[in-house]
């Protein structure tokens, strides 16, 4: 027998992204920030006292709330602190969702989308996007108590236009949350923060882990009207945010500074690599994110993957529909750029 | 309308005890160690480089699995790290408990547990202690997917022989995940870490908020056989823990010598604060945790707690059925405990 939920039996374990280690090793398959967090983030990390420590933390994160909040025009109670942002994708299915409140979202998608669904025993409702991924019409008549879009979606790098949100939201309104993946919002140039204050339906998701490079510090955050803050209040454990990481994510949203420097960075080498990857015969659509889904023509994709990971440069491979003819690439600094390239030349022309 | 799920709207939030600031103020409400942590551990946060904040942490935390599981004699498969103890807590809801699956404990307890049964939508068997606080007869009978046990129990700070949860984890084999939540068993001589290897139906709860310091940092582990533990790594977030608190959770584990020094001290400051409050009227269970449960005899518990606060100094009060005349005060250091001490003398003398 199993002493487990049947649920939890069936759910396949969310497999995270390939971690090598080695100082040769060129890392472009999670998507992490090629660029160091603000030197002020080591120093707020470098003054949490013992005393600190050793008493339980403001259970709310207020102190990051308000930075937050400064920075985008909206009250702290519109902002929720979270474990990373796959805790607040786990609080929203915990939330809104069970075996009668099934959840919807385009694919392909985040893969952890389903998994949740899985731990939460709740109907999925899967829409095809199309192969421009554009927002699929599907959406509005899924009946899903949760409705979630990943934008720019990941692996696509592809952009919806808040105004298409903005529409969606209106027609789900009465009928479904919109649960808004804005986890690498940082790399575009429009977003979606404003629908949270004009819906009481409308969650936006941030992280701190690609903009602010802190992937290790597991912090992100919920943007929303304060009676959806307060209903996933209850949800989160009772303090889900530590010391160290509210103090760190605080120094670093409040560094702007810092942040929009290194995201231009990053934006001027996705600019070189998508042009590059299009001159060696790759189709590349517009990414918006900092990474670029490129599309193999004349080649073979899993192939290129094999033997850039022979040349320790590891890049994304999804062996899924939509995806088995692309490679996702993580956007990385300069060097990196320049290896992942001329292997790619080297490669392409045997 | 409401969005959320019914038995969320339902569901009461949890309330954290009450975190007063400033200098004068004496905080015995909360159970935190009067004692900072271990040196070690802040070498080990100011440690943290920028890379590994940059990088998502190895998703395991198998750096702090290997140090736990050499302290206890089990191997890291033997062990889960969780962002808190409660984290575990609602992981093991979310793994075993559902609306056909029952919760099981003996009230009063750790307040969180019903909070937990409310958003994992499952019923909630409660077994009331005896006076004595006596592992109840009755949990044995209660058809629950999952039986918990606070051991030491908050906040009785009694405590149950390891014999006879290993006689209870026999009876509940095949019927009932045991989960024995033993967040304050570091002020215990004796503890439950054994019974994992023996049975597939335990799980042993651990945190490193009291014994270690470390209520700020959110750390806690499981620890259990390792079906059991592969079965709980599908339900936690993919990167739970932290590259920060992996880091200074393994450094602090590690200091055995730091930690025991600690945890006698709290014992000579329990052992005499236990004695005073018996002199002064109370009676005082014996405490196996860093908190004492105090019964007032000729006085008047609330009165008690509000006089005590309007010093500055912060006890806890529950009004609840076997708790309303009682206060559950946390050992402190030598200097709080004089300033306890000092104010009930004047108060009980009034």
């Known amino acids: 027998m199993s002493y487990f939920r049947e649920n939890i039996e069936k759910t396949e374990d969310y497999v995270p992204g390939f971690q090598p280690e080695g100082a040769d090793v060129v890392k472009l398959n999670t998507n992490e920030n090629p660029y160091p967090a603000s030197p002020k983030v080591l120093e707020a990390i470098k003054n949490v006292s013992a005393e600190r420590l050793r008493r339980y933390p403001e259970p709310l994160g207020n102190e990051f ?9 909206l009250s702290p109670d519109n902002i929720i602190c979270t474990n990373g942002g796959d805790e607040l994708l786990t ?103 404003g629908l949270a204050k004009d819906f ?39 303090y889900n945010a530590d010391a160290t990481s509210v103090a760190a994510a605080t120094a670093a949203i409040k560094d702007q500074d810092y942040f929009k420097e290194n995201i231009e960075k990053v934006k001027t080498e996705r600019r070189r690599l998508a042009q590059t990857l299009g001159e060696l015969g790759f189709t590349v659509p517009a990414s918006k994110a900092n990474f670029i889904l490129a599309q193999c023509n004349d080649c073979d994709a899993s192939q290129i993957y094999e033997k850039l990971a022979q040349r320790n440069i590891y890049v994304r491979y999804f062996n899924l529909p939509n995806l088995a003819d692309k490679l996702r690439i993580t956007v990385g600094t300069k060097e990196q750029n320049d290896k992942l390239i001329s292997a790619l030349e080297e490669i392409i022309q045997r």
């Open 200 to 238: 009481d339906n409308v969650i936006i998701l941030r992280s701190m882990s690609k903009g602010y490079s802190l992937a290790g510090l597991r912090f992100g955050y919920g943007i929303a009207c304060e009676e959806l803050i307060a209903g996933l209040m209850k949800v989160k454990d009772s």
């Open 65 to 73: 709330r308000r930075a937050a909040g400064e920075m985008l025009g």
């Open 91 to 193: 609080m929203c299915f915990r939330a809104f969702c069970d075996e009668s409140r099934p959840v919807a979202y385009p694919v392909p998608t985040y893969s952890l989308y389903p998994v949740l669904a899985g731990l939460q025993n709740c109907q999925r409702v899967e829409v095809g996007f199309g192969a421009q991924f554009g927002l699929p019409d599907g959406l509005v008549n899924t009946y899903a108590a949760l409705t979630i879009v990943c934008n720019p979606n990941a692996p696509s790098a592809t952009f919806i236009q808040p105004e298409e949100l903005f529409a969606l939201a209106k027609k789900l309104k009465g009928k479904s949350i919109l649960l808004i993946d804005e986890a690498y919002v940082d790399f575009s140039e429009a977003n979606c923060a």
